[in-house]
């Protein structure tokens, strides 16, 4: 009877050390959630995309300027 509430008590142990394991994974995935985001729940889904929209919108300014600048280097060879 002893041998058998001990075995069952170290079972349990080890069942709540799983569970307090992953409980504690949890909350630093949540954690780390709200660092990196800066806030709980994601209120704009396109929020996510923004950097990509930001860089696509660097890189089509640059191509721009570098359209202007051949332009300007075409209209000085023109005039020599």
């Given amino acids: 009877m002893i ?3 001990a075995q069952w008590h170290t079972r349990t142990v080890n069942i709540l050390k799983i569970a ?3 409980l504690g994974l949890a ?3 949540f954690t780390a959630k709200v660092a990196l985001t800066g806030t709980v729940g994601s209120t ?3 929020a996510a995309t923004q950097p990509k ?3 696509d ?3 089509q300014r640059a191509a ?3 359209n202007e600048l051949q332009k300007g ?3 000085a060879d023109v005039e020599r």
Avoid: K, S
Wanted: charged share 25%; glycine share 4%.
């Fill in 3 to 5: 041998a058998a509430t």
């Fill in 20 to 22: 307090l394991l992953v």
């Fill in 27 to 29: 909350v630093v995935a």
């Fill in 44 to 46: 704009d889904p396109a």
């Fill in 53 to 55: 929209r930001q860089l």
């Fill in 57 to 59: 919108n660097v890189r």
């Fill in 64 to 66: 721009e300027l570098g």
């Fill in 73 to 75: 280097a075409d209209r």
